[in-house]
């Protein structure tokens, strides 16, 4: 089957990106080096091609309640031009898929989901949809995504714009930027730990745009791949859908309870998730470091007193770090810090310890 390309991918060509089949799409895994990459954007800035990212609308005079009800957070305490982090999840508590609301109005309402489940997650929302005034639309083929991070990525972003940028605060978005003279919506969001935006554009304006941002970035804006964005969003303590998330684990057992409101009203799955939480939990996701040699990947056993008692989600040794380090979903009772396990790497046992899972001071501006 021929991969699907987002409208930046002659520009991903012409900047020297090795092309990957990423969820069927033809995407960048990375330019100069996953290092020297994920270091520009700790440093400066870096600009990510998100275009596969997929965006559902939900509009008409229930849109509000219907999205209450499909997410695990609050979208009623959203005021407009709001975002929120949250997860649409399963009659058995699991994550059918986590996503970004931007409420626009309580009638009007933008869902950004991963690549890799659009068709599923719009099906889903079509299915749970039938009870409220709304209408839902897959816009995802109309938009492209570009997302810019790092120090100075406000900095940058700044010299194409006339609308002053502070003004766009931490998780809120305005509809009617004007960038280089394009409408784009610009929210300031992101996915690497860094101050950043992300900016959604028609199609045909995206190429205009990042060769305009790549053009007054110059030195301090680099272009940045897969590979990349995955250890920062992973250093970030950020969750990747298929990792530390999926239809099979609830978002408290990956760790993520903060962004579950079990006091507000009813939602898919919140009666397991309510139990869950009153039972305890069975199993969670923690963080660990190899005291050994090796690198943890994903899928790795974990081993307690020569008992399997889970496995690795991600694992690096991060660009600039010595320590090798991982995330695991494992039995609690071997997840409090401190607590000597071990990694099987190659069908040998290496020794870990468990750390906390903030790897990074994050730098958001708020």
């Known amino acids: 089957m021929e991969l699907k390309k987002t409208s930046l991918n002659e520009v991903h060509k012409k900047l020297g990106g090795k092309l990957i089949d990423f969820a069927g799409w033809e995407l960048p895994i990375q330019f100069q080096g996953i290092k020297e990459e994920h270091l520009a954007v700790r440093e400066r800035a870096g600009l990510f091609d998100v275009s596969h990212m997929g965006e559902i609308t939900v509009e008409g005079l229930e849109s509000l309640k219907f999205v209450d009800y499909l997410v695990a957070n609050d979208a009623g305490t959203l005021n407009d031009n709001q975002v929120m982090y949250t997860f649409m999840c399963n009659e058995k508590g699991g994550v059918v898929d986590d996503l970004l609301v931007y409420k626009y109005s309580n009638e009007k309402i933008l869902l950004v989901v991963n690549a890799s489940n659009i068709e599923k997650d719009y099906r889903w929302i ?169 690198i943890a990947r994903g899928g790795y056993k974990v081993v307690a007193h020569g008992k399997e008692i889970g496995a690795v989600t991600t694992g690096y040794q991060l660009p600039g770090k010595k320590e090798s380090i991982g995330l695991a979903l494992m039995d609690t009772e071997y997840a409090k810090l401190g607590t000597h396990i071990q990694i099987e790497i190659r069908k040998k046992l290496v020794d870990a310890q468990i750390i906390s899972k903030k790897f990074l001071d994050k730098k958001y501006k708020k």
């Open 126 to 294: 079509e299915e749970k949809s039938h009870d409220f005034d709304v209408i839902t639309k897959n816009i995802s083929e109309e938009v492209s995504q570009i997302a810019i991070q790092g120090p100075k990525a406000q900095e940058i972003l700044q010299k194409i714009t006339d609308i002053d940028l502070n003004e766009i605060k931490f998780f809120t978005f305005n509809s009617e930027v004007l960038l280089s003279g394009v409408e784009c919506l610009v929210s300031r969001t992101g996915y690497t730990g860094e101050d950043g935006f992300e900016i959604y554009l028609s199609n045909n304006a995206a190429v205009s745009i990042v060769e305009e941002l790549l053009n007054v970035g110059g030195e301090d804006l680099s272009p940045i791949g897969l590979g990349a964005r995955d250890t920062l969003r992973f250093e970030a303590g950020l969750p990747l859908y298929g990792n530390e998330l999926r239809e099979d684990v609830t978002p408290l057992e990956s760790g993520l309870g903060f962004f579950v409101k079990l006091e507000a009203g009813d939602f898919i799955g919140k009666n397991i998730l309510v139990a869950q939480k009153k039972e305890g939990l069975k199993r969670k996701t923690a963080g660990f470091k190899l005291i050994g040699k090796g």
